[in-house]
């Protein structure tokens, strides 16, 4: 039996796994288990008991996009320097992303208001954050509109990605001893309040200028700034801190469930293809994107495209559907090369300039109109199956 609303099918059979679903989770972070949590318990204490946990969820998100419009206003350049304060602002704006999207689960439990939902809505939005929070800490280190400052944006995407495929086959999902959401946050706050005491262009110094290294020191090293050197230490720590355990945790639980490992990394294709499609389009010279500063554009698009990518997979996760390989919003993506690297290549420019811009634009209204569309038709099916609110809590009669 299926409901169609606004021209999405939603199949009740899979809405049944609902209801046995349990959340699971393990996290190894020292630093999360014996201060933070600390932290996280007083804060959700705060919380009025009649706020919904989803609602924590979004005021979380709202300081990101308080931050992404801060750039906007003071430092639409991505390079600056911006006044001091707004790199503390910065730093505050995460942090407290940080602390909501770790106390609204806490705030579930406090109110007996848990569901599937909660899961749902809290990794969709920190799927939105991956480019935003990549976005602020490009504005704050000074990168620019650069292949250095593409990468900042959209490394996180990533990690995200891979985490969430694991979390498909392992139903748990894992952080490591040292993570994302806990120390990737606290270095990623320690690099805006050093901008905000220092201002931006100190990542732009090379070792030997910051701490006057001894001679036998490799010039090749003594001279690496700063920002390249961030590059290099993010890439380095997915390849070897990520990426592995997220493939070593599936392997075991494929081999638990006696099924074969192979046929999953089929599942990453389609996001390898995305991946490769945007270092073509975003290294094109023929691209305005970085030559023309219209990198905030473009995190804000790939925002609500990737957005939809790890959600249709946490949504496949709850419902116990099969592995979802494609979404319509990767389709522009596909499309870009095509439009404005091979055939600008070629010699056919008609696509070069201004049409760029337009494209870009086009995309980022479709993905943020698509995306939202998508989540309100999912949300609504939720609600409505699971007898719950979204954005309040629904108390409901006792039985007489």
Not at 147 to 159: D, I
Not at 162 to 173: A, G, K, V
């Amino acid at each position: 039996m299926a409901m169609s609303k606004k021209g999405e099918l939603i199949d009740y059979n899979s809405l049944a796994n609902l209801r046995t679903y349990k959340y699971s989770s393990v996290d190894k972070s020292f630093i999360s288990r014996f201060i933070l949590k600390h932290y996280w318990n007083w804060a959700a204490e705060l919380m009025p008991m009649w706020l919904a946990p989803n609602v924590i969820t979004l005021i979380g998100l709202m300081f990101i996009y308080t931050n992404v419009i801060c750039i906007l206003i003071y430092i639409p350049d991505l390079v600056g320097p911006g006044p001091s304060w707004i790199y503390f602002s910065f730093a505050v704006g995460l942090w407290m992303y940080s602390t909501m999207d770790n106390i609204d689960g806490k705030q579930a439990r406090r109110t007996n208001s848990s569901s599937p939902l909660g899961e749902l809505f809290d990794h969709g939005i920190d799927s939105l954050n991956c480019t935003l929070g990549g976005l602020i800490e490009c504005a704050c280190m000074g990168l620019g509109p650069t292949g250095p400052g593409a990468f900042t944006v959209l490394v996180s995407c990533l990690a995200m990605f891979f985490s969430t495929w694991e979390t498909y086959h392992t139903h748990t999902l894992y952080l490591g001893y040292c993570n994302g959401p806990t120390e990737g946050i606290i270095i990623a706050v320690s690099v805006m309040l050093i901008s905000g005491v220092y201002g931006p262009g100190i990542w732009q110094q090379s070792l030997n200028e910051l701490f006057n290294l001894p001679t036998f020191v490799p010039d090749r090293i003594a001279t690496s700034s700063m920002s390249g050197i961030w590059v290099t230490v993010i890439a380095i720590a997915f390849f070897t801190c990520h990426l592995p355990f997220c493939v070593q945790n599936v392997y075991n639980a494929r081999k638990a469930q006696n099924k074969p490992f192979s046929s999953t990394l089929s599942q990453w294709i389609p996001f390898v293809m995305v991946a490769c499609s945007v270092w073509l389009w975003l290294s094109s010279p023929s691209s305005i994107i970085l030559k023309e500063n219209h990198l905030v554009l473009f995190a804000l698009a790939t925002s609500f495209a990737f957005g939809r990518v790890t959600t249709k997979i946490i949504l496949a996760h709850l419902t116990k559907q099969p592995f979802p390989y494609w979404t319509i919003l990767m389709v522009p993506v596909y499309i870009a090369p095509l439009l404005f690297t091979f055939l600008p290549g070629l010699g056919i420019t008609v696509f070069v300039g201004q049409f760029e811009l337009y494209y870009l634009w086009a995309y980022f209204l479709f993905s943020a109109g698509y995306f939202l569309r998508w989540a309100n038709v999912v949300i609504d099916a939720f609600c409505e199956y699971l007898d719950i609110n979204c954005f309040s809590i629904k108390h409901k009669s006792r039985a007489s």
